[in-house]
T-cell receptor, first 117, second 114 residues
Framework: GAGVSQSPSNKVTEKGKDVELRCDPI?????LYWYRQSLGQGLEFLIY????????KSGLPSDRFSAERTGGSVSTLTIQRTQQEDSAVYLC???????????????FGEGSWLTVV | AQTVTQSQPEMSVQEAETVTLSCTYD???????LFWYKQPPSRQMILVIR??????QNATENRFSVNFQKAAKSFSLKISDSQLGDAAMYFC???????????FGGGTRLMVKP
């Protein structure tokens, strides 16, 4: 697609429920990132996918968080048993390449705003 | 680990004037990239300008330019002829030459007064 597409744009869920957030990267981009932006704070790295390599999960805050990337394209971030502190904007981004193309620009989607009540 | 610091939580500028946003970073690497991103209320992070650490020349993009001081680990953004549409959060970001991710500063909220 023309840009990084994320859905849903906004999600309100009850504490304890599971949520799935979807990201469709720019066509041809092999690298995909998830970031979290809490209210009034900067961006926190969550997870990184590059092609068929094992993902870099070093930023996931707990085992309630997981992500998949199917077919090297669309990614789903899943948060199980949501807590109020999970409320944030979840931003997805993509770029042409990873390690050997670290100068490539990373393009962001508009984010999914998650509110846990 | 690399850190990025933006010491100005908020800045204000009069329309048509010039404003400079500060950013400092800490790294032991010599190969890296620096970026300024703009985040309007729509939430989408938009790349404003990028700088390769190996380049001595400061990057410019129309009304946006940077002052890259490698020895001082400083990377400030200058916005000339400020416009109302420049009002947004601005994030400075660092990416290692061997790394996969961006490390962001805490952001500076820029307000533009008509």
């Amino acid at each position: 697609g023309a840009g990084v597409s994320q859905s849903p744009s906004n999600k309100v869920t009850e504490k304890g429920k599971d949520v799935e957030l979807r990201c469709d990267p720019i066509s041809g981009h092999t690298a995909l990132y998830w970031y979290r932006q809490s209210l009034g704070q900067g961006l926190e790295f969550l997870i990184y996918f590059q092609g068929n390599s094992a993902p870099d999960k070093s930023g996931l805050p707990s085992d309630r968080f997981s992500a998949e990337r199917t077919g090297g394209s669309v990614s789903t971030l899943t948060i199980q048993r949501t807590q109020q502190e999970d409320s944030a904007v979840y931003l997805c981004a993509s770029s042409l390449g990873g390690f050997r193309h670290s100068g490539n620009t990373i393009y962001f989607g508009e984010g999914s705003w998650l509110t846990v009540v | 680990a690399q850190t990025v610091t933006q010491s100005q939580p908020e800045m204000s500028v009069q329309e048509a004037e010039t404003v400079t946003l500060s950013c400092t970073y800490d790294t032991s690497e010599s190969d890296y990239y620096l970026f300024w991103y703009k985040q309007p209320p729509s939430r989408q992070m938009i790349l404003v300008i990028r700088q390769e650490a190996y380049k001595q020349q400061n990057a410019t993009e129309n009304r946006f330019s940077v002052n890259f001081q490698k020895a001082a680990k400083s990377f400030s953004l200058k916005i000339s002829d400020s416009q109302l549409g420049d009002a947004a959060m601005y994030f400075c970001a660092y990416r290692s030459g061997a790394g996969n991710m961006l490390t962001f500063g805490g952001g500076t909220r820029l307000m533009v007064k008509p």
